[in-house]
């Protein structure tokens, strides 16, 4: 009886350790990606590897997939879907390497060069699993070979900080997928070629400029017009002081001629909002018009998308970590992705699976927990029963010697 509690407890504490530890990674983002519990996965089986070297390869490879199996089923209640493929076994392949690696680093009883062969081995097995995890699923987006003119004219602070030039980190997504211009005058989109337009939260343009950007839509032009009610970026810069983005869009008389004028109710506080296909984005402030998040026109030979929010360029509403613009599993929102898709330019590859409430965290956390003590349970009925096979050199939980004895 004693026994087989400790075997459970082997079988059991390692793997909800893992989905333990993960999830700080997972709360920080809101993704359900199973690569997140890559680093606590290989950390944690490589201890436990040492420890559990004498009691076989069968107990080792059951802790491991006791640890990935909670991951993954955690991430599947979670976002309500599968996880994605190539991070599920991305883990399980660093689970099988770090736990077998780390067994086979306990010292042998056995001839210096059993010894040898077996130090040998486990440096494989871990620096294979240290390329996986440095060179695995997750990896920045590279810029696209063919990059169409992007024209943007705004009033937020997206090629400058209040004090320096700098791109903000939604321009450095999309110079990966756009010649990224920044311009003034309406004027230059004609003689720049520019194939799109970002219009976000402008400054007040005069009449000949609205003319202009009429004129170049209608001759062909795609512009994704940013229109903000209530703008909630904030800013250090005073009140009154002209390098502010203005508080309310100064599109109005543009949209009225265009039939888009402001309408619908506006959300007062910040939501994250699903896509029926699954993306996400968050708003603050946004006004929507009935049930639609974005407005589209044909105007002319080109076509106006209209989005009653420009907060949601803000990164801190869809960026963990402004080190890490380009890496999506950084991301807290699909924006940068639907405003690339909105553009027209070169989808961002990846699917992100997100969750969506509290209450779904809850219960995957316990069908993640009731999962693994199961698993744990059976592992420790039916590896009670069998003579373990271990890796070599190394005895089985009845203490028989596995694996050849001499050199």
Request: net charge positive.
């Amino acid at each position: 009886m004693k026994a087989g509690l400790k075997r459970f407890l082997w079988l059991w504490m390692p793997p909800l350790a893992i989905v333990l530890a993960g999830l700080w990674r997972a709360w920080l983002t809101g993704q359900a990606d199973p690569w997140d519990w890559r680093a606590p996965t290989a950390l944690i089986l490589a201890g436990t590897g040492l420890p559990l070297a004498r009691r076989g390869a069968a107990m080792l490879a059951w802790v491991a997939m006791g640890g990935v199996g909670m991951a993954l089923l955690f991430c599947t209640v979670a976002a309500g879907r599968a996880p994605d493929g190539m991070a599920a076994l991305g883990l399980l392949a660093v689970a099988m390497l770090t736990i077998f690696g780390g067994a086979m680093l306990r010292p042998s009883p056995f001839v210096s060069q059993l010894r040898s062969k077996r130090t040998g081995l486990a440096m494989i097995f871990l620096v294979l699993a240290a390329l996986l995890l440095w060179r695995g699923p997750a990896q920045a987006l590279q810029p696209a070979p063919d990059r169409p003119k992007l024209a943007v004219i705004t009033g937020l602070p997206l090629f400058w900080s209040e004090s320096r030039p700098q791109d903000a980190p939604i321009v450095t997504v999309l110079r990966t997928r756009f010649t990224v211009i920044a311009m003034d005058d309406p004027a230059q989109l004609k003689p720049l070629r520019a194939q799109r337009l970002l219009l976000a939260q402008p400054r007040a343009l005069t009449p000949a400029q609205l003319v202009t950007i009429d004129g170049w839509v209608r001759d062909g032009g795609t512009a994704l017009v940013l229109a903000d009610p209530l703008l909630r970026w904030p800013s250090d810069l005073p009140l009154g002081d002209r390098r502010r983005a203005p508080s309310v869009s100064l599109l109005g008389p543009l949209l009225d001629h265009w039939g888009l004028a402001p309408s619908g109710v506006m959300e007062e506080t910040e939501v994250r909002h699903f896509l029926p296909d699954g993306q996400l984005i968050t708003l603050s402030g946004a006004q929507r018009s009935s049930d639609a998040l974005l407005r589209r026109q044909r105007i002319g030979k080109g076509a106006v998308l209209l989005l009653g929010d420009a907060d949601p360029l803000d990164d801190r509403l869809w960026l963990a970590d402004p080190v890490y613009p380009l890496d999506p599993r950084h991301w807290v929102a699909d924006t940068p992705a639907l405003v690339v898709q909105w553009l027209g330019g070169a989808s961002i590859p990846g699917d992100r699976r997100w969750m969506r409430d509290a209450q779904d965290v809850t219960r995957a956390f316990r069908w993640a927990l009731l999962g693994g003590t199961i698993w744990a349970i059976m592992g420790a009925m039916l590896l009670g029963r069998e003579r373990l096979g271990s890796i070599p050199g190394t005895k089985g939980e009845d203490g028989g010697v596995k694996g050849n004895k001499s050199g």
